[in-house]
């Protein structure tokens, strides 16, 4: 539906939303691909110290924005309540949840896609190993695990994930040590692509030394979701 949108009917779509989630309510805000043409909606979940408004998810919305991707971002319930302490997981599966519903009843996207940062990309994975009706998901430095405990792995539910999965970590993430993912990719599907982003911290930020700037990088990721969100199209 959403790609067949003249580029005023999608910006008439853009919105500020309060969504109910039980007996709490949340902030969402949806925009638009900037782009010529809108070709999924993203639901963007922020990290454990972030919120829908910090840096870094602004920053990852508009490069995704400018290829392609409309995007829906939005604060976990304990971040609307600006606590520091994150919710539970099955509270923050609920969030996301209504989220998404709320998203569906305003956009009726034809194309879905979960995921975030870090906790957020982790909260979407577990809805995605649930069977939880999405066409992608899309992970911002997946917190295999905490940094310092690399026996403490994240991993067990990622083989249930069906849907088309594509995955962005920096080689210096603490909360993901590279030779630990590829040995949990090798329990995974073809579904699941992994990109790599060379001398990038949790933060995607790059030392000066490695000769790129965290705008750069921040391209780099978005170019590769615009290439993987067209494999997936089967374009």
Not at 84 to 110: G, N, Q
Not at 164 to 189: A, H, I, K, W
């Amino acid at each position: 539906m959403f790609e067949t949108m003249s580029e005023r009917e999608r910006q008439a779509l853009r919105g500020e939303w309060r969504v109910r989630v039980g007996s709490e309510e949340t902030s969402t805000v949806y925009e638009p691909a900037s782009g010529s043409e809108q070709r999924a909606v993203l639901i963007l979940a922020h990290g454990a110290g972030g919120n829908m408004n910090d840096r870094s998810v602004l920053s990852t919305a508009n490069a995704l924005r400018a290829r392609g991707f409309g995007v829906a971002r939005f604060n976990f319930l304990y971040k609307e309540k600006k606590s520091s302490r994150p919710d539970p997981m099955p509270k923050l599966k609920d969030c996301y949840t209504a989220v998404v519903k709320r998203v569906r009843d305003e956009l009726a996207p034809a194309t879905l896609v979960i995921g975030g940062r870090s906790m957020g990309g982790r909260a979407a994975s577990m809805l995605a190993a649930d069977g939880f009706a999405c066409d992608g998901l899309l992970l911002l430095a997946y917190p295999l695990h905490p940094p310092g405990k690399p026996d403490q792995l994240r991993d067990a539910h990622l083989p249930a994930i069906k849907v088309p999965v594509v995955c962005f970590n920096g080689t210096r993430d603490p909360f993901c040590t590279p030779s630990l993912m590829e040995s949990v990719l090798q329990r995974l599907g073809d579904n699941w692509e992994m990109h790599w982003v060379e001398g990038a911290d949790h933060s995607f930020h790059v030392l000066k030394s490695s000769g790129k700037t965290d705008a750069q990088v921040m391209n780099e990721i978005a170019d590769g979701s615009r290439t993987w969100l067209s494999k997936l199209k089967g374009d």
